[in-house]
């Protein structure tokens, strides 16, 4: 498992497991979202065994799918509720991060500039500069 933050509130991660919980919470990790549906993952990947073991260890754990075709701007809008009401760092995790990234990054738009988020996106490791035009975009119609 590796743990890459975005901000001091938000870090990503790729698929996680059942034995990863306890890192994550050792980590100072308040709120685990997963953001990788079940139809892409084996059973034993599954988000109710991660609940399972996220809650074992005092964790929240919060499910919210995405893919190209649920990126939308009410699921966006929740993942910024979900990141904005934990009450602590939150890890959000899908197949390799960028989908969380992606999704945290469209969250920021107009009230952090492009340009940071790229570079907060590119210091973990993410590589989300064709997103440029979306973020400005958006941004001019927040602003």
Request: a negative charge.
């Amino acid at each position: 498992m590796d743990i890459r933050p975005l901000t001091p509130h938000y870090a990503v991660s790729a698929q996680i497991c059942v034995d990863d919980l306890a890192k994550v919470a050792d980590a100072g990790i308040k709120t685990v979202i997963c953001n990788r549906p079940d139809s892409e993952i084996p059973a034993e990947l599954h988000h109710a065994r991660i609940r399972t073991a996220a809650e074992a260890v005092g964790l929240n754990f919060v499910v919210l799918e995405l893919t190209m075709q649920t990126l939308t701007p009410a699921n966006i809008a929740r993942q910024h509720a979900l990141i904005e009401k934990s009450d602590g760092p939150v890890l959000a995790y899908c197949r390799t991060g960028t989908r969380c990234s992606v999704v945290w990054a469209l969250t920021q738009a107009g009230d952090m500039a492009t340009d940071a988020i790229l570079a907060a996106a590119t210091t973990a490791g993410y590589d989300l500069s064709g997103l440029a035009p979306t973020l400005d975009q958006m941004a001019k119609t927040q602003g």
